[in-house]
């Protein structure tokens, strides 16, 4: 058989990931699960599993279910501002995970060497190429670059910025990227870029196989792009990380979540690390209302802009089919413009 165009791309992503095909399944909170990451796993892309705020004895059964569903190498992401991420370090230490992967704000030098002292390969955002080159000196063995087109927590820089800024500028460490992409026919010029694979979340988050309440669903299929917006930060007194969802009544809601909070710092009834606290559990408690219970009104519906491409369930192994064909054909399409 002839040796795809796109095998030639793939081998960075490939090798670093132990996994047939460098397309990341981005972790997702309640959604993330072992049934979607050992389906993704299984279909040879990447799963990784949502530490989030989860109590570590159940996360640490979820590695062990998915383990059970799935032979292949997974990841887990840890949120280094979730109020649990200490007791997740803990646990590290004892899971012998494979993969690593820092989200939610920047690590210590000290926590990657922990997680590297266990044998585990440590992936890290990058907003910037100084944050880029500081992950890197702190020992990260690859970086993900996420625009903020993506859905749930995100920064502030769209990805074909971050592209330029740091991926053009690392040639000589697996970059992954994400934010936005959901097709084939983009992934293929991530890949031609230089990136070593590319991640995707809101088209995984309808998957079959994905637990998301149907209503969750639905309302995925039917949103526009422009539909997933992004919170705002009201006060630098309470640094908010932005989270990108579909709007709701649940931007309203916390929005005023906000503002009832910046009214106990100024008059010193709650301390600025309680009321961060209290910002992350809304989001949680909320993202758990649409994804389980399917509350479309008042849950969260993280979402990347990417929402606006996704118009169907469809099994784990289809998505991955139809993005490894689009990505070859698209390929072979530009290899032919260059003859």
């Given at each position: 058989?002839?040796?795809?165009?796109?095998?030639?791309?793939?081998?960075?992503?490939?090798?670093?990931?132990?996994?047939?095909?460098?397309?990341?399944?981005?972790?997702?909170?309640?959604?993330?699960?072992?049934?979607?990451?050992?389906?993704?796993?299984?279909?040879?892309?990447?799963?990784?599993?949502?530490?989030?705020?989860?109590?570590?004895?159940?996360?640490?059964?979820?590695?062990?279910?998915?383990?059970?569903?799935?032979?292949?190498?997974?990841?887990?992401?840890?949120?280094?501002?979730?109020?649990?991420?200490?007791?997740?370090?803990?646990?590290?230490?004892?899971?012998?995970?494979?993969?690593?992967?820092?989200?939610?704000?920047?690590?210590?030098?000290?926590?990657?060497?922990?997680?590297?002292?266990?044998?585990?390969?440590?992936?890290?955002?990058?907003?910037?190429?100084?944050?880029?080159?500081?992950?890197?000196?702190?020992?990260?063995?690859?970086?993900?670059?996420?625009?903020?087109?993506?859905?749930?927590?995100?920064?502030?820089?769209?990805?074909?910025?971050?592209?330029?800024?740091?991926?053009?500028?690392?040639?000589?460490?697996?970059?992954?990227?994400?934010?936005?992409?959901?097709?084939?026919?983009?992934?293929?010029?991530?890949?031609?870029?230089?990136?070593?694979?590319?991640?995707?979340?809101?088209?995984?988050?309808?998957?079959?196989?994905?637990?998301?309440?149907?209503?969750?669903?639905?309302?995925?299929?039917?949103?526009?792009?422009?539909?997933?917006?992004?919170?705002?930060?009201y006060d630098s007194r309470l640094p908010v990380v932005a989270v990108r969802s579909i709007k709701n009544k649940a931007h309203k809601e916390f929005g005023q979540l906000?503002?009832?909070?910046?009214?106990?710092?100024?008059?010193?009834?709650?301390?600025?690390?309680?009321?961060?606290?209290?910002?992350?559990?809304?989001?949680?408690?909320?993202?758990?209302?649409?994804?389980?219970?399917?509350?479309?009104?008042?849950?969260?519906?993280?979402?990347?802009?990417?929402?606006?491409?996704?118009?169907?369930?469809?099994?784990?192994?289809?998505?991955?089919?139809?993005?490894?064909?689009?990505?070859?054909?698209?390929?072979?399409?530009?290899?032919?413009?260059?003859?």
């Amino acid at each position: 058989m002839d040796q795809k165009l796109s095998d030639r791309f793939y081998k960075t992503g490939k090798e670093f990931l132990n996994v047939d095909y460098p397309i990341i399944c981005g972790a997702m909170t309640w959604i993330s699960e072992p049934n979607l990451v050992a389906a993704v796993a299984n279909a040879g892309g990447f799963g990784c599993l949502a530490g989030g705020n989860t109590p570590p004895d159940i996360l640490s059964q979820q590695i062990q279910e998915t383990r059970e569903k799935t032979d292949k190498p997974i990841g887990v992401n840890l949120i280094t501002i979730a109020p649990v991420y200490p007791e997740h370090m803990v646990l590290v230490k004892d899971l012998k995970l494979e993969y690593v992967i820092f989200a939610g704000s920047f690590p210590r030098e000290r926590e990657i060497d922990q997680v590297k002292a266990t044998g585990a390969k440590v992936l890290c955002f990058a907003s910037t190429l100084s944050i880029a080159d500081r992950m890197l000196k702190y020992g990260a063995d690859a970086l993900i670059l996420e625009g903020s087109e993506a859905g749930g927590h995100v920064g502030h820089v769209s990805l074909n910025v971050l592209l330029q800024q740091v991926l053009f500028k690392i040639p000589d460490v697996p970059i992954f990227v994400g934010g936005g992409l959901a097709t084939g026919r983009i992934a293929a010029h991530m890949y031609l870029m230089g990136a070593a694979g590319v991640q995707m979340g809101t088209r995984f988050a309808v998957a079959k196989e994905s637990i998301a309440h149907i209503n969750f669903k639905k309302r995925f299929i039917k949103a526009k792009a422009r539909e997933a917006i992004s919170t705002p930060q009201y006060d630098s007194r309470l640094p908010v990380v932005a989270v990108r969802s579909i709007k709701n009544k649940a931007h309203k809601e916390f929005g005023q979540l906000q503002l009832d909070l910046l009214k106990q710092l100024e008059l010193e009834t709650i301390h600025r690390h309680d009321a961060q606290n209290k910002v992350e559990e809304f989001w949680m408690g909320a993202l758990r209302r649409a994804v389980v219970d399917g509350d479309i009104d008042s849950g969260s519906l993280m979402a990347g802009q990417s929402v606006g491409l996704v118009d169907k369930i469809e099994p784990v192994s289809e998505i991955m089919r139809e993005i490894l064909e689009d990505t070859e054909t698209e390929l072979q399409r530009v290899k032919d413009t260059l003859i």
